[in-house]
């Protein structure tokens, strides 16, 4: 299906950043969608769920300013990209948008909608954690003291090699491979991608760093807005009772599982994952879906507001 494709060259606070925009041709039938995806994450990063949410409304993939290089980088944090959220939004003109939050973008989305209301018209949580878990608060303690380049090639190259390892095991559950049948697939790819891509596994644990031993999420809950939460149902990076641990903050939202996936649920089961995207943003019915498991409502938030 044609569509409309858009990049715009934004800057915030000082630090130029990007901005693709992909618009169906057709008239939308529901608001734009907004992604706010992993740490890495570019301006095409989500191919195979833009290709089935494009057929139905716009979609937005800002690339996060790299605050690293920000003429002040040292009190950036989420709230900053809170407000670069914000930020992009007025650029674009759009009042109102369905904000996806994948991984570490949750907490970044769920910030925004509470700062900006307004702006949301659904919220969507993918790979929610209150805290880092165990299993990558280990990785990023580790990675983030490893050594500098040694000037020894074949050392180097071993080290990177080790290092994209660890990163794709612990993004992808090995432990549960055979419930998980695309896992060794995602694997591969994550470990090639860490490889090939120069810098990207350090500034994936930079991002990360200081996220350790931090609550991911204000106190005080969110209320007033439809909002879904979920993951694979074998995801161990952020598992399923961290994912309903964040779901309880949020009155009236609602959470489940996508059935043989884990935490990269939108690589190995994408048409199922863009599927209850498209369902939540159209206020479809969620029950009796056969890739997921049945959902749990919470008519009130478990934390004071």
Known sequence: MATDEKILSLTWQGVPYLCRTVAPQQTP???????????????????????????????????????????????????????????????????????????????????????HPGRIARLLLAGATPSLGPAMASLVRDLATRPGPTGDLALDRAADDMCARRMADVLVNTDRADQVPMAPAVRRMLHRYFVEQAGAASRYIAYHRPLLDQDLYPPGGLHGLPALVFTGEHDNVSTPDQNRAVAATISGSTCLMIKNADHMAHLEREAEYADLVIRFIHDLPLNGLSYCTPPLAYAEATVPA
């Open 29 to 115: 039938t529901t608001e734009p969608v907004l992604v706010l995806g992993w740490a890495m994450q570019d301006v095409r990063g989500w191919p195979r769920l833009e290709r089935r949410v494009t057929e139905h409304t716009t979609m937005i993939i800002p690339q996060l300013p790299c605050l690293d290089d920000a003429p002040d980088s040292t009190d950036h944090g989420f709230d900053t990209f809170v407000e670069g959220v914000r930020h992009t939004l007025d650029q674009l003109g759009l009042p109102c948008v369905n904000l996806l939050g994948v991984s570490y973008g949750a907490p970044i989305a769920y910030r925004v909608a509470r700062a």
